[in-house]
């Protein structure tokens, strides 16, 4: 038995960056702020990358009408200078490019806006490829809204830690409304990519 874990080992040769499980290269967990913490939040939170939809930023793969449109969250949490969210018409998703992650991470959060029924919900999902290329999606849960923006509550990732014990370092976030006429717009979406106590 030994000896075939070794040999499972020699032919498995993760990056850095992937580790057992990976999803492609991942940003650095190098750069943090308390962006919450006018509403009680005093985690420090790491932009997910191209999360503030702005030009030069690192793109979502966006399908079914998805897209970037003006208007910002009016709190500018990102910076004074943003000028963009994003839509997400019924029928549509957004996946986000990978983001750090390691063990122990708890907590996403973004800004949200109900711009279509308000019985429509915003439903988020965790994704993880394998080094096979098997795509795993693991239930963020879902997020409602009124038509007034305001921070998400927490995205708790309990789940994807039990990923994180077999060396996964890197993560993606896919939004899509759910429900008849479900709209939604979306902006600044961030990670606690840290255990926080």
């Not at 070794?6 to 750069?31: D, K, N, Q």
């Not at 949200?112 to 849960?141: A, E, F, P, Y």
């Not at 996964?168 to 961030?190: L, N």
């Amino acid at each position: 038995i030994a000896g075939l874990l070794a040999a499972t080992a020699l032919m498995v040769t993760p990056s850095a960056e992937a580790g057992l499980i990976g999803t492609g290269p991942a940003s650095s967990c190098s750069t943090s702020s308390k962006v919450f913490a006018p509403w009680g939040d005093y985690r420090n939170y790491l932009l997910v990358p191209g999360g503030a939809f702005e030009a030069g930023t690192p793109a979502w793969a966006l399908s079914g009408g998805a897209k970037v449109v003006a208007g910002n969250e009016p709190f500018y949490v990102h910076s004074k200078l943003d000028k963009n969210s994003l839509y997400l018409p019924n029928g549509s998703s957004a996946l986000s490019p990978t983001v750090c992650f390691g063990l122990g991470d708890w907590h996403a959060r973004f800004f949200v806006r109900n711009v279509g029924s308000t019985s429509g919900k915003l439903r988020v999902d965790v994704t993880v490829k394998s080094l096979l290329g098997v795509l795993s999606i693991l239930d963020g849960g879902t997020v409602s809204g009124t038509g007034v923006w305001a921070p998400s509550p927490d995205i708790g990732l309990t789940l994807t830690n039990i990923c994180s014990l077999l060396g996964v370092k890197a993560v993606s976030f896919r939004f899509r409304p759910t429900g008849t006429g479900a709209a939604f717009q979306v902006d600044d979406v961030y990670l606690d990519p840290w255990k926080s106590f």
